[in-house]
Each structure stands twice: as C-alpha cells, then as structure tokens.
C-alpha cells in the first residue's frame, strides 16, 4: 500500500475511533466551534465537502478533546505505543505532528511542490502525485502537512485562494506577524472569505480580500 493510502486509510480509522456515538454532543459542540471560525458553509457550496474533511482534521488533530485531555490523534498514539505495532504507532504519531497554516506555493515540480510557510518563511517540499491543475508559483492556499516515513504530504483538506488574493495574504500575514497576531488568527479570516468569494463572483477580489474592511 502506498504511503498516501495508509494516512488516507488510518485517517479514517481515526475518525471513526474517536467518534463514537457516545461522543456525539461533543462532535456537535466541535462543529459549532469550527463554523464560528471558519465560517457556515451550505450544501451548494463548492467547498462542501473540502469543509468537511477540514472539520474531521480539526476536530482529530487540533482540538483537545474533553473526553481524552489531549487531541483524539494524540490519544489514539498513546493508546498504540502498549498494543500495536511501532509502524503502526508511528503512523498515529504523524497526525499528532501536523502542520495546520497557510502557505505560498513557492516551486512547483514532478512529483511534488514546494511551499513557503507564511507564518515563518520556513519552505518545505511535500510528495504530491496528483496533479495540481490550476495552481502556479505565487499562490496561497491553506494546507495540513503531515509528515511520514522522511516524506511530507498533503492531509485530504485544503482552501485554495484566488491567485489575486495571495499577494493581499502574503502582505497581511506579515503585518500581522510583525504585530504579534496568531497565524490561527488569519487562516480562518481567510477561509470565511475564501467562502465569500465563491459566493460572491460579482464582487472583486480585492474588495473581498480587503483586510481593513474587517
């Protein structure tokens, strides 16, 4: 099995163990949560099920879960380090070990891209096989990485932005970077605008994109 498959397989493994129906009224509150900050999406939206798959990343990997102390990903690694094989363990770990931000597409390339951390500068290659039709350097998207076996690799979730609002994000992720903002901050005002502009294609980018405006 393909490296791609096994994180896209214990991933829904994961899933499922962490939501079982006895947790349901803590998946609802989660839910609540991930839609004040990105904002409410709706069954025509484009990016329904981009969302989706976003909310279940959230709510594994980022969200400390009052049931375990920890994140649903964190706890299902400790629980594997007693009972599973260390292959195993270490694919639970890489979930634990993700890297949730917005990114500029820095160098595109066979088999992969490479990609500048906008909270940081730090660039990183991530093992891409499919196509990225569409996307060319310069563009911003908003990513989980997910590193495993040497290799760093898209998670199943992601929000591309308009290729005129990436040198507006790249301008406002260093204002509010130099000002002490949490990058958290700014990739969920992103996301609620990413839905407005699919929205919205009356409306100019720009204007849109516009972070004096709130």
């Not at 976003?54 to 709510?59: I, Q």
């Not at 597409?105 to 906008?118: A, I, K, P, S």
């Not at 096989?129 to 911003?140: I, K, Y």
Request: proline residues 5%.
């Amino acid at each position: 099995m393909s490296p791609a498959a096994v994180l896209a397989q214990s991933f829904d493994a994961l899933v499922k163990w962490a939501m079982t129906p006895d947790r349901q009224d803590d998946v609802v509150a989660a839910r609540a949560e991930y839609t004040a900050l990105g904002g409410e999406v709706f069954e025509e939206d484009r990016q329904l099920e981009l969302r989706l798959a976003g909310f279940l990343e959230f709510y594994v990997c980022d969200r400390i879960a009052p049931w375990a102390g920890v994140t649903p990903a964190r706890a299902r690694y400790l629980s594997a380090l007693a009972s599973e094989p260390p292959a195993q363990a270490a694919v639970w770990r890489a979930f634990t070990d993700t890297w949730h931000g917005l990114f500029r597409v820095f160098r595109l390339f066979d088999g992969g891209v490479r990609l500048e951390g906008l909270s940081s500068g730090t660039e990183v290659e991530v093992v891409e096989q499919r196509p990225l039709h569409g996307v060319s350097a310069g563009d911003v998207l908003e990513a989980r990485l997910v590193p495993l076996a040497g290799d760093v690799r898209f998670s199943g979730a992601w929000v591309w932005h308009p290729h005129e609002a990436a040198p507006l994000i790249v301008h406002e992720a260093s204002r509010r970077r130099l000002a002490g903002r949490s990058e958290r901050e700014l990739l969920f005002d992103c996301a609620r605008r990413s839905l407005k502009a699919d929205r919205y294609r009356q409306i100019a980018i720009a204007r849109i994109y516009d972070f004096g405006s709130g």
